[in-house]
């Protein structure tokens, strides 16, 4: 098992920046891929920025130039780091983990990022 745990998040105005965190730990070494999630109200979840295992990223187009993936493999922390902020990011965004041979999926919390104009 994988278990996530989330930080940061919050309210901001468009333009600014807030800094998310996601602590994994369990079966980290398991995991194949790590990143962020977002589902806006009445949405589908959608992927924002996510790791690979060999430290391949992959952005959403919407994200993409603004938004900065990382991670730091001692501490099993992805990090999610969003500048340039606008209304549309709006969301609860989820830490998400594929792990183990059959692809096994875990979901952080969530947290809230709310962006106004």
């Known amino acids: 098992q994988v278990q996530l745990v989330e930080s940061g998040g919050g309210a901001v105005q468009a333009g600014g920046s807030l800094r998310l965190s996601c602590a994994a730990s369990g079966s980290t070494a398991s995991i194949n891929a790590m990143g962020w999630y977002r589902q806006a109200p009445e949405k589908q979840r959608e992927l924002v920025a996510t790791f690979t295992r060999e430290g391949r990223t992959n952005y959403a187009d919407s994200v993409r130039g603004r938004f900065t993936i990382g991670r730091d493999n001692a501490e099993n922390t992805v990090y999610l780091q969003m500048n340039s902020l606008k209304p549309e990011d709006t969301a609860v965004y989820y830490c998400?983990?594929?792990?183990?041979?059959?692809?096994?999926?875990?979901w952080g919390q969530g947290t809230q990022v709310t962006v106004s104009s």
């Open positions: 998400g983990a594929i792990w183990g041979a059959y692809a096994n999926r875990s």
